[in-house]
């Protein structure tokens, strides 16, 4: 039996819905799902015992989807059977994303939980490659995406985002602790001398376990590119899912954005 561990946003919904099985329900608190009801909703604190009453429920699968910031964890708080994992939730706190998921993962496998990806429930949730809108990158767009490729490249081993901003090769923003929404609110209003227009790049990090923190854009993504002046968004092919695909489709030809699904490098 297959629990969701959901956190804020769309992508909890979308994977329930697209499962045959209705999955139980689980959400850290106040990190709700967008729509979906949780069954149960836990806190980090008492981790031990989630775990272990979903366990006695006949949860063999877990699968994590949503967006969660961290947490403040209250030591007062941490119950009997959390203690023997609290140092590892303190340390998961004080990492880089990769290295908190890495931990967390961790915890749940030495609970006796197999951890499933996205792409193992949903086999097709990836675009393929193609530019998907009626407006089409052109060559400075194509130059940008390649600059944003090798800029998240380099800055993978450093745990470092899922995407930067580049318009006419320069870096506008880099995508670190406040995501992609906070990113593109760096730059509505850049300064006159900056080059215009650019691209949203969002990618997985290099050697990123695909079991968890999979980019997804959505409706709102598109609003907030085109808020920020840029000319569209570049998906790396495989790396990055589209929620309610249509409909962004649909809004990005709206506001005259294009969406490219590019290529996975080598």
């Known amino acids: 039996m297959l629990a969701l561990i959901s956190g804020q946003g769309a992508l909890p919904k979308l994977i329930a819905k697209a499962c045959t099985k209705r999955p139980f329900i689980a959400a850290l608190e106040n990190f709700l799902p967008n729509d979906l009801v949780p069954d149960l909703v836990f806190r980090l604190e008492t981790l031990g015992t989630f775990l272990t009453d979903i366990k006695k429920l006949g949860i063999t699968e877990v699968c994590f989807a949503g967006a969660i910031r961290r947490p403040v964890i209250d030591v007062n708080l941490i119950d009997g059977a959390t203690k023997e994992i609290s140092d590892q939730l303190l340390a998961a706190i ?47 767009n194509e130059n940008d995406a390649k600059r944003a490729d090798a800029i998240v490249s380099k800055l993978s081993p450093l745990d470092i985002g899922q995407g930067c901003v580049i318009s006419g090769n320069h870096v506008l923003a880099i995508e670190a602790f406040g995501g992609t929404e906070w990113m593109l609110k760096s730059i509505n209003s850049r ?58 489709i649909k809004k990005a030809n709206e506001l005259d954005l294009f969406i490219w699904v590019r290529e996975t490098r080598d």
């Open 191 to 248: 300064p006159h001398f900056w080059p215009s227009g650019g691209i949203l790049f969002k990618t997985m990090k290099i050697d990123q376990d695909r079991r968890v923190d999979i980019p997804a854009i959505g409706p709102d993504t598109v609003s907030q590119v085109k808020t920020s002046g840029l000319n569209g968004i570049v998906l790396q092919q495989g790396k990055v899912v589209i929620l309610n695909v249509e409909h962004v």
């Open 94 to 140: 004080q990492t880089g994303d990769d290295g908190a998921l890495s931990i967390v993962i961790k915890i749940f496998e030495k609970f006796g939980f197999k951890v499933v990806g996205l792409d193992q429930i949903i086999p097709n949730c990836f675009p393929k490659p193609a530019v998907l809108t009626e407006r089409v990158p052109n060559i400075i």
